[in-house]
Nanobody
Framework: QVQLVESGGGLVQPGGSLTLSCVAS????????MSWFRQAPGKQRESVAR???????NYPDSVKGRFTISRDNAANTVYLQMNNLKPEDTGVYYC??????????WGQGTQVTVSS
């Protein structure tokens, strides 16, 4: 079965940390570019971390220096380490897998809430 399953979300205080995981199944994981997106209530889904075609990590300014994307191809898993979390980081976080010539894949999402 082809799927992406995220985990690791939850409630955290401002300044805290969380690590999200996304496990892929049914795909040749190492062939896919992996990304993390988030969607806050009432807002469009936005990219927060991605690997480009050269395997380099890219981040928007809003999370640069606080978020780190990494992957373990042997475990078919991509991670998102989030530090110094802020209330504006609240949202549903989605894993995204893309490969030229194949259907893009989305996970079901995991909720992250940053609040005191």
């Amino acid at each position: 079965q082809v799927q992406l399953v995220e985990s690791g979300g939850g409630l955290v205080q401002p300044g805290g940390s969380l690590t999200l995981s996304c496990v892929a199944s049914g795909i040749s994981f190492r062939m896919y570019r992996m990304s993390w997106f988030r969607q806050a209530p009432g807002k469009q889904r936005e990219s927060v971390a991605r690997f480009d075609g050269n395997g380099s990590a890219n981040y928007p300014d809003s999370v640069k220096g606080r978020f780190t994307i990494s992957r373990d191809n042997a475990a078919n898993t991509v991670y998102l380490q989030m530090n110094n979390l802020k209330p504006e980081d609240t949202g549903v976080y989605y894993c995204y897998a893309y490969r030229v010539g194949s259907n893009a894949l989305w996970g079901q999402g995991t909720q992250v809430t940053v609040s005191s």
